[in-house]
């Protein structure tokens, strides 16, 4: 099934609505039939070949994973969204999904080198906080130091 962009856009908007109305099941097969069809494209090396949306499916997924308390398979789904290419800023929230993910596998300083990297692309755990003031928050939730 060959989907137009128009169509994945609009089926990512439905599912991240369902998402957030709290029908993790019918995110979830939403967010998996786009990924399914991602795999029907391939780019040259015969792998798939990922495009913003397919990467945003992953990573929508992937907060859909954190809701089922399942945090490896959010991570897998992470890993693709992240895919090993460098993050904009506007991209730096898969970050804290990730810390999030990482946290609940008692995974507690791959967790913070993610909230660090999170704050490296520019992101602020708490409003207007300074990079400082942030680690020192998180560093007070978590009973450890900054």
């Known amino acids: 099934m060959n989907l137009q962009r128009q169509h994945r856009e609009t089926l990512l908007i439905l599912g991240y609505m369902y998402l957030r109305m709290g029908e993790l099941e019918r995110a979830g097969r939403l967010f998996a039939a786009l990924i399914a069809a991602s795999g029907e494209r391939t780019g040259s090396s015969g792998t798939p070949a990922l495009d913003f949306l397919d990467r945003l499916a992953h990573a929508s997924m992937a907060m859909v994973d954190l809701e089922r308390d399942d945090p490896g398979a959010a991570l897998d789904n992470l890993h693709k969204a992240m895919d090993g290419r460098v993050l904009s800023s506007r991209e730096a929230a898969l970050h804290l999904l990730r810390a999030r993910a990482l946290w609940r596998q008692d995974r507690r300083e791959e967790a913070r ?11 602020r755990l708490d409003g207007g906080q300074s990079d400082g003031e942030a680690k020192s928050a998180l560093s007070a939730k978590s009973g450890t130091r900054a």
């Open 113 to 123: 080198q993610a909230v660090d990297a999170f704050i490296g692309l520019g992101g």
